[in-house]
């Protein structure tokens, strides 16, 4: 069983988040980002689901920036097989992610899709609800 994990790119849990001067945004100048922590979680347990000899592969997917490469490594040294890169600097909703991890559904077959979520990150749980239709 082919077991796919699409990962988020976040600001690490233990940095504190500092706004812009201007009130903005946030400033992400000089900031440690991590895998969105119920991310990893999911990688985790498609590790397990190899380990358990239930799955035969796990693949990691990000959208977003270069900087995701970052957080891809950090899935293949979790465990993950392979790891796949959309790069696009633009700031994609819901749907728009959800078509594009359809896209690679629909060339990779996985049996399983497994989705980090998170009630805070409301994009997690539309994501989901896309990528069901």
């Known amino acids: 069983m082919k077991v796919l994990v699409p990962i988020k790119r976040v600001i690490d849990y233990n940095v504190k988040v500092r706004v812009k001067s201007d009130n903005s945004n946030v400033d992400l100048a000089n900031v440690k980002m991590a895998i969105n922590p119920f991310c990893e979680i999911a990688v985790e347990e498609a590790v397990r ?78 994501l989901a609800k896309c990528l069901l239709h």
Do not use: Y
């Not at 490594?73 to 959800?98: V, Y």
């Not at 896209?103 to 805070?120: A, D, S, T, W």
């Open 49 to 126: 689901l190899k380990e358990a000899g239930t799955a035969t592969e796990v693949i990691a997917i990000s959208i977003g920036n270069k900087s995701c490469q970052e957080q891809l490594r950090t899935a293949l040294a979790l465990g993950a097989d392979r790891a796949i890169h959309i790069e696009t600097e633009l700031a994609l909703d819901a749907l728009n992610i959800a078509k594009l991890l359809q896209k690679i559904v629909e060339e990779e077959q996985p049996q399983l899709v497994i989705l980090g979520n998170n009630q805070l990150i409301a994009i997690t749980t539309k």
